[in-house]
């Protein structure tokens, strides 16, 4: 390892442990059935040992394999050094496989532990664990669709990184609209069907990190309707695969390149060419055609709350590695001392503004993983009451499913803001390659873009989860806000920042009160227009009250346990102090939000198109 090969890597795992046990008390999903085979000293375990590997194995790699990138070599992927070894290293370990259901060869650990273990690795290494992460979406879809052969001869080797996997969605001219896909495929015998068509964008969609992939693609079969409901899912593998489970002769997949990008650029994004020599197989999903996208979006699901944890993880490195910048940099006296020219520098932390950048940061980073860790403690109940309490568990799963477009479009579009301003903390010397932060932001950027950019999600929160439940989810979620800052509206400490809140609530209700007038009447164009600010004011909410909630505990317990370090002192009241300032300076921007909202202003919808400029 060269001597640029070092870890820029920071991880506050006494963060970490605080949102897992203090705030959101994750060890009560221990007492269940479904969970009581493991223990909070075991999970700990295994999130010691993912910081370890994260620190020892992917961190020193990432500014490395970024300046390499991937490259192609006779038609064939290579990553970067190192990332093979990674590869094999992670998978010995068995972390992809921690919350996989013991029935298919995992440690049914919860997600909520899960979420911590993929931040730390997307936190190291983005762009490596891409490869990991689409590997785990694709296995768990087939262990849920897919049945007999299929499933017995990918499912194991998928789970000990034999094989990897992708999903398959994008063609050029489709993009979003994965309806318009003319990817064909042309029945066999049995399951069994050709495939013929190209893919792009496809993430991890080509590398030489274990013997095979197994590509998860969209396609069309003769005859089938018109958009996403003729739209069927094939397990398609680069190789075919012998009876024995060794690794065949190619499957007619070819890799025709591999993108050339602002960030992850030791993510292979390629594009993909099935069948070009109408030679490639691939086996129907479930053995039912037309029933694509459903099965898909679990694992696009599973993947929004991925990117999520990512942008949450390149956020926390890049804030961290700032404050460590800003505790060292020494550059201008003290304010208190301006009309002294001999007053010595200070470190950059004692300037107003950088403390300022750097309590947007944490207010942000701890917001977002709080909220990734109770969306993902929703997912584990519901998993665990699934049998003996469907209606609660019914109540969890609504609410993942509303939360789930808000973790991926708040944090992906927050992670990038947080870089940007870990960057501006450094100054020049934050866009420069000798310090990590530029490569955050550039790898940040694609967060809100892939797996649905954030628009979509805002369109899928205002039309569909919104009803969730006939409306039953949102009821759920405003009822649980609004005992809080009944309960909590006078508290000494922070009741101002509580009724703060409260009035942010009350102005969302005015504001989906309004979207629920356009969607009524027809104003369709205006219902889309207001979509993102309103999810975007969702967000902030939602964040304002966690942040909050954690605020209580944190002010219990530096005001009542005496016997507490100076560390742990200062530690909950920086939690104090990130709540009351995103309360202050973050929440009130949620109230221009709403007067967009319910302005009804057309401005950006009545424009002609040379409006926009007459220069072309």
């Not at 997600?111 to 689409?134: D, I, K, Q, T, W």
């Not at 873009?449 to 006939?470: C, F, M, P, S, W």
């Not at 409306?471 to 009741?495: C, H, K, R, Y």
């Not at 300076?585 to 002609?608: E, G, M, Q, Y």
């Amino acid at each position: 390892m060269s001597d640029a090969a070092i870890n820029q890597y920071k991880a506050d795992l006494r963060s970490m442990e605080f949102t897992l046990y203090e705030h959101l008390k994750v060890q009560e999903v221990f007492t269940e059935d479904y969970f009581s085979h493991l223990s909070r000293e075991e999970c700990d375990q295994i999130i010691e040992q993912t910081a370890r590997f994260a620190d020892e194995y992917i961190g020193p790699l990432n500014g490395p394999a970024d300046r390499a990138g991937c490259t192609i070599v006779d038609g064939q992927v290579i990553t970067p050094e190192g990332f093979k070894a990674a590869w094999s290293k992670l998978y010995e370990l068995g972390v992809p496989n921690f919350a996989v259901p013991l029935e298919h060869g995992g440690f049914q650990g919860p997600s909520s532990v899960g979420s911590v273990l993929h931040e730390l690795l997307s936190g190291a290494n983005c762009s490596f664990n891409m490869y990991p992460s689409l590997t785990l979406g694709a296995m768990d879809l087939v262990a849920t669709f897919c049945k007999g052969k299929v499933r017995e001869t990918f499912l194991e080797p998928m789970m000990d990184g034999r094989f990897g996997g992708t999903m398959c969605l994008s063609e050029s001219q489709a993009g979003s609209d994965v309806g318009s896909a003319t990817t064909k495929a042309v029945k066999i015998e049995d399951n069994r069907y050709k495939i013929s068509g190209t893919k792009c964008w496809i993430s991890a969609g080509d590398h030489d990190l274990g013997e095979n992939i197994v590509h998860l693609v969209l396609a069309r079969v003769e005859g089938a309707p018109a958009g996403t409901k003729g739209i069927s899912l094939f397990v398609v593998p680069k190789y075919r695969v012998n009876d024995d489970g060794s690794v065949g002769e190619s499957n007619d997949v070819q890799t025709v390149s591999i993108e050339h990008k602002l960030g992850i650029k030791a993510s292979s994004t390629a594009v993909l060419a099935f069948g070009e020599n109408d030679n490639c197989e691939g086996f129907l999903v479930g053995g039912e055609e037309n029933s694509g996208m459903k099965q898909m979006f679990q694992m696009m699901n599973s993947a929004r709350i991925i990117v999520g944890i990512q942008g949450l993880a390149a956020a926390s490195s890049a804030y961290l590695n700032a404050l460590a910048y800003a505790r060292d940099r020494k550059q201008g006296s003290s304010v208190k001392a301006f009309k002294d020219p001999n007053a010595p520098r200070v470190a950059i932390i004692e300037h107003s503004d950088v403390r300022r950048m750097l309590m947007e940061m944490k207010a942000r980073v701890e917001g977002m993983r709080s909220l990734v860790v109770k969306l993902s403690k929703h997912q584990d109940l519901s998993l665990a009451l699934a049998e003996k309490d469907p209606d609660t568990a019914n109540y969890h799963k609504g609410q993942v499913d509303l939360l789930t477009p808000i973790v991926k479009a708040y944090c992906s579009d927050q992670g990038f803001r947080v870089c940007e301003l870990a960057v501006q903390v450094y100054g020049g010397a934050g866009y420069v390659q000798d310090n990590p932060v530029e490569q955050y932001l550039r790898d940040s950027k694609i967060f809100s873009i892939y797996e649905g950019t954030n628009h979509i999600q805002a369109l899928d929160l205002v039309v569909r989860k919104l009803r969730g439940r006939k409306g039953q989810d949102l009821v759920d979620f405003t009822s649980n806000m609004t005992e809080f800052i009944q309960t909590n509206a006078n508290d000494p400490g922070i009741g101002a920042e509580v009724r703060a809140l409260g009035a942010a609530a009350q102005g969302l209700q005015e504001a989906g009160a309004s979207i629920m007038e356009y969607m009524m009447s027809g104003k369709l164009d205006q219902l889309t227009l207001c979509a993102t600010p309103f999810l975007e004011a969702m967000s902030e909410i939602t964040v304002g009250h966690l942040l909050l909630e954690a605020a209580l505990i944190a002010e219990e317990c530096r005001t009542q346990n005496d016997d507490q370090s100076q560390e742990d002192f200062d530690f909950y009241a920086g939690r104090v102090m990130s709540a009351k300032f995103f309360a202050n300076f973050i929440l009130p921007t949620v109230h221009a939000k709403v007067a967009a909202i319910k302005s009804a202003d057309r401005s950006a919808l009545d424009i002609p198109d040379r409006g926009f400029s007459t220069a072309w």
